[in-house]
């Protein structure tokens, strides 16, 4: 179980080399401070006991500290709640805890790693890291699986790692602690230290892939470096293809759609992206989908909104972003993907308002209907209609697109392309923030 890793053990795994220096030893929480990936961090470790009103307010100094010195907390989370003893003491403090970690939100990233109970008001600290991860073991939850079971709501696996991924809550789930911590340094060493420094550079490997479009992880893996990726919510919205990874031993975020986008494809890349975008991480998006999924169902579950934050996500970051229209992007999901400083159309994609056949079907309707088989008849003014109108030369002609290429020049024109835009300049307009759709 996770939970029998013991703080040495874990804290070994997290630093370079198992060297950290120890502060605010003593209590239900300790931390420390040391390298993990060759990027100075600070860790907040919790040791299962129930958490007093000090003990939060040593995981506040950490933050105000990490924050001031510009370097990522890590959290180990195991604990069997506040300490109730204190009563209001304790939750004011856990209401300052969870403001100290909105206030630093975008400016130090914040890793959760859920090795134990993390239940109540802890789970908020850990959905509203920029990551969490969590061990298989662990239990993560707002109403504990027991007493919701005792009231008639009894689901199987909740409160686990499985369940915590299928909700977008989890990340990255690992087998153990141990292997939690080795993901939350890796995390650690592939996103900045803050929001003022660049991106990291790594030694890389070039992929021996063909890009191929047909299956988003496939195609990312064409454009990224070998070996490079970690793919984050693997259990959330699974149309949807993103990860950390390296282009030419660069830091990105990769988005890859497939097949329809539903509501929770949609929040995936939302979440995603802003997060990269909060520490401008380049993010390179390739394009291929059917289009959001058609259905008045997924549209009450939250479609309509979450396209309508996509499209907002995208158009408000101010980090790189590149999108590779590499087959279909047509209509509502051009609009959405396709906000960005380079788009790149490649050979065979379809760029258009409308899917082919339903524009053929209104411009040559007489046509159509005279002919003496309307489906075939349809079908060719389709794919003629495609490659005259819609193709990624036409694209670039009509300037819904930047410049085009073959599939087998994709990753030698996104890193031409992250070479390009690597001085970039962006300013917003002066305003208190967004509305966007959440």
């Not at 179980?1 to 929480?29: H, P, R």
């Not at 600290?125 to 662990?138: P, T």
């Not at 911590?181 to 030694?203: C, D, K, R, S, Y």
């Not at 919205?237 to 030419?248: D, E």
């Amino acid at each position: 179980m996770a939970s029998k890793m013991n703080q040495q053990e874990i804290l070994a795994k997290f630093f370079d080399d198992g060297a950290y220096t120890a502060l605010f030893a003593g209590g239900a929480v300790s931390a420390a401070c040391g390298w993990a990936n060759g990027q100075q961090a600070y860790a907040v470790y919790q040791n299962g006991d129930a958490v007093t009103a000090k003990d939060m307010e040593k995981n506040i100094k950490v933050l105000q500290l990490a924050a001031a010195t510009g370097n990522p907390v890590v959290t180990f989370c195991n604990s069997k709640g506040a300490c109730l003893a204190e009563g209001l003491d304790v939750l004011k403090a856990t209401a300052a805890l969870n403001a100290e970690i909105a206030k630093v939100s975008g400016v130090i990233p914040q890793i959760a790693v859920v090795t134990g109970v993390c239940g109540g008001t802890a789970a908020l600290a850990a959905a509203n890291a920029d990551v969490c991860i969590m061990a298989e073991g662990a239990e993560l939850f707002f109403t504990a699986p027991f007493t919701s079971a005792a009231k008639g709501d009894k689901v199987a696996n909740a409160g686990t790692a499985a369940a915590a991924a299928k909700a977008g809550v989890a990340a990255l789930t690992a087998k153990t602690a141990e292997d939690a911590a080795e993901m939350a340094a890796h995390i650690v060493g592939l996103l900045p230290a803050n929001n003022l420094t660049g991106p990291a550079v790594f030694e890389f490997e070039a992929p021996s892939a063909a890009f191929t479009a047909a299956e988003p992880a496939k195609a990312a893996e064409a454009v990224m470096d070998k070996d490079s990726a970690m793919e984050l919510y693997a259990g959330f919205g699974k149309s949807v293809y993103t990860a950390f990874a390296t282009v030419n031993g660069n830091a990105v975020g990769i988005v890859a759609t497939g097949a329809q986008l539903c509501h929770n494809c949609v929040s995936k890349i939302s979440r995603f992206v802003r997060l990269c975008d909060a520490f401008s991480v380049p993010v390179v998006t390739i394009v291929n989908t059917e289009g959001f999924v058609p259905s008045a169902s997924d549209d009450i579950a939250g479609g309509i909104r979450e396209a309508a934050r996509l499209t907002a996500t995208y158009a408000d970051a101010t980090n790189i972003r590149i999108s590779v229209l590499a087959g279909k992007a047509v209509g509502p999901v051009y609009t959405a993907l396709a906000a960005a400083d380079l788009k790149i159309a490649v050979a065979g994609c379809t760029v258009a308002a409308v899917d082919p056949k339903v524009a053929v079907s209104v411009l040559y309707k007489e046509e159509i209907e005279a002919s003496d088989n309307i489906v075939n008849a349809t079908n060719a003014k389709a794919a003629a209609y495609a490659a005259e109108v819609c193709s990624a030369e036409s694209a670039v002609a009509a300037g819904a697109a930047d410049l085009c290429c073959a599939a087998a020049d994709v990753r030698g024109t996104v890193v031409a392309a992250m070479d390009l835009l690597a001085t970039k300049r962006a300013a917003r307009l002066p305003k208190k923030h967004g509305n966007m759709a959440l």
